[in-house]
């Protein structure tokens, strides 16, 4: 397993945190459609409260599911990509992986705990890939993403999802317990935003941010 120079002299090496998930990792704006920028991202939040001895990746991608092939919007199976994503930035020191909410879309028709299952199961995959510079298994936290709020423009595609998705909290944690993985509830810190129904508003960022910076220290250090 490859060792980073640094820590083979000895020196300080700086912590990698790899941040696994859709458009909410990417940053999608609800109110603008476009993507905030990247200090007000939670991934930037998260960053900035970690500071100095910690680097954190961003791989968010629209669209992205946690296990199925998308009919419409290709390439978004996150299990297809986790393993070369993974391979790609080890070491890793812990990943975080926040999937689920487009498996809640009208097409795919599956249950909340299917849904919950299969991220579980993701988290689970990941833990054979990611390596810190030891060659020990990385911490891999399991995210369950918040309720869908009102509906607005994806009504229609995700019709139905709003009761599902409020049982994540209970599945997720389920599920997490039964493959051994860690978990954090997001909706015990944000909401998804009313101008949607699926995608955060900035304030709500800076919220899941600066909690999973603890979360993450907590378990580091």
Known sequence: MPVEVGACLGEMRVKTILCYGDSNTWGYAPATRRRYAPDARWTGILA???????????????????????????????????RPCIESHNPIDL??????????????????????????????EATRYARNAAG????????????????????????????????????????????GVPFFDAGSVIVSSDVDGIHFDADQHRKLGEALAGEIRRRLE
Do not use: C
Request: aromatic fraction near 8%; charged fraction near 25%.
């Open 48 to 82: 900035n409260r970690l500071g100095d001895g910690y680097r954190v990746i961003e791989e968010g991608l629209n669209g992205r599911t946690t296990r199925w092939d998308d009919p419409i919007e290709l390439g978004r199976n996150g299990l297809a990509y986790l």
């Open 136 to 179: 020990e298994t990385a911490i891999v936290v399991l995210i369950a993403p918040p309720p869908v709020a009102r509906l607005t423009d994806f009504d229609l595609m995700f019709a139905g999802s709003a009761e599902k998705s409020r049982q994540f909290s209970h599945y997720y944690r389920v599920m997490a317990d039964l493959e």
């Open 95 to 124: 990943m975080t992986i926040m999937l689920g909410t487009n498996d809640l879309k009208q097409r795919f028709d599956l249950s909340p705990s299917d849904i919950a299952q299969s991220a579980a199961e993701l988290a689970l």
